[in-house]
Every structure is written in C-alpha cells, then in structure tokens.
C-alpha cells in the first residue's frame, strides 16, 4: 500500500511569490487533513476534509491559504502572497473512515522556505 | 481536547525497555489517548491508541490507568531507530475534534 504523497519535498520562493502544495492520501482514505510545523515551533492543525468537503479549517491562519481537494482525492494547499512567516514543514495525513478513532498516515512533508 | 504534560527527555539504554509516560488527569470519558513519534525530520508516525484497556501492537504496548488520567508507552526493546519526539495526545476519535493536538512531546534517545 502506498502511503502518503507530498509533493514537492522542498520549496524556495521569494516573498510575495504563490505556491502550491500537493498532497495525495491513501488511496481510499476519505479524510485528508493538513499540518505545520514553523519555526521550530509545534506542530499545528490546519484543515480537515471528509471527501471534498471542508469539515474543519479552524486552523487556517488567515486567507492567503487556500485549500482545495477536488473529487475527494488528492488536496493542494495553496499560499498567495506567501510571507516569510510561512516558512516551514506543511505535513499532509490521512485516515480512512470518518467517526472511527484511527490513527492517521502522514506524509513526509513539503519544506517550504520563503525568502 | 484534554491537556497531556510529558517529561522533556529521557533517554534508555538499547535493547531495553522504554517507557514513556504521560499524565492526562482532565481527559473526558470519550477521549482516547493517541501515540506518535516524530524520527527527525520525517512526517510525524502514529504508533497505538486505546480507550480504556490496554493495547499492544508490533510496535509498542500502551498501558493506561484504571482512572484515566496517566498512561505509559512501553517500547519493549528499543533500537537505535527508536530515537525520535515522541508526542502523546488525548483527542475524541469519533465523530468529534478530529484535530491533532501537538505538545512539545518527550525527545527519546536510545544509547548503544
């Protein structure tokens, strides 16, 4: 079984610039949900999908993130204008039903560099 | 989601047992304690769960308190690869906060 895809591994744009992060779950899995980690600091929840549908984006630090996971399989993970604030390690999971408390899969993360 | 505190470090000698624990002393009755380790800079690794019993998988053993409030990761013979932040969260698995919550977590080192 393949487990989580992230995509790319590592990111240097400028300031200003937008990227975008792909993630693609396990094959099956109905949730996705995105993390962070920046600066050194902890790890933290971003968003949630069930499907393709948004279930929680409390996490969301402001709205140049936008989150997208069309057809309920893979999500991208879109920063424009990115801020220096955003550099980091974005971690893409997934688990595979809904109201069952599996563990998730994480993927092995986008290191995102703004410069 | 209730609060977990865990020591900061530990370290244990290879091919011993670890045991990591954790206080949860506010955790609900539908709470269920998570395990995952974070080995450098990989994507953080979920390692077991368990509501009320004890668990066991190939991985590790979890053993919690008959009130709740405590657990201990056990790591039977631990390796090398071992090393890694080990993170113990408390969060509703179903139908409820499906978020995560990472603490600082305790930073194993397994000695040779």
């Known amino acids: 079984e393949a487990g989580v895809t992230q995509f790319p591994s590592h990111s240097v744009i400028e300031k200003g610039q937008t990227v975008t992060l792909r993630c693609d779950p396990i094959?099956?899995?109905?949730?996705l949900y995105w993390y962070r980690r920046v600066m050194g600091k902890e790890i933290k929840f971003l968003l949630h999908?069930?499907?393709?549908?948004?279930?929680?984006e409390s996490g969301m630090p402001n709205n140049r993130f936008l989150a997208e996971r069309t057809g309920g399989t893979y999500s991208t993970l879109k920063v424009q204008p990115a801020e220096l604030e955003d550099s980091g390690v974005y971690f893409c999971?997934?688990?595979?039903?809904?109201?069952?408390?599996?563990?998730?899969?994480f993927g092995s993360g986008t290191r995102l560099t703004v410069v | 989601d209730a609060k977990t505190t865990q020591p900061t470090s530990m370290d244990c000698a290879e091919g011993r047992a670890a045991n990591l624990p954790c206080n949860h002393s506010?955790?609900?009755?539908?709470?269920?304690v998570y395990w995952y380790r974070q080995i450098h800079s990989q994507g953080p690794q979920y390692i077991i769960h368990?509501?009320?019993n004890n668990e066991t998988n190939e991985m590790a053993s979890l053993i919690i308190t008959e009130d709740r409030k405590s657990s201990t990761l056990i790591l039977p013979h631990a390796t090398l690869r071992d090393t890694a932040v080990y993170y113990c969260?408390?969060?509703?698995?179903?139908?409820?906060?499906?978020?995560?919550?990472f603490g600082t977590g305790t930073r194993l080192t397994i000695i040779p």
């Open positions: 969260i408390v969060r509703v698995g179903v139908f409820g906060n499906e978020k995560l919550t």
């Open positions: 368990g509501l009320k």
């Open positions: 506010t955790i609900s009755g539908n709470e269920y």
């Open positions: 999908f069930v499907k393709e549908s948004k279930q929680d």
């Open positions: 999971a997934s688990s595979q039903v809904w109201g069952r408390p599996d563990g998730y899969t």
């Open positions: 094959s099956g899995h109905d949730n």
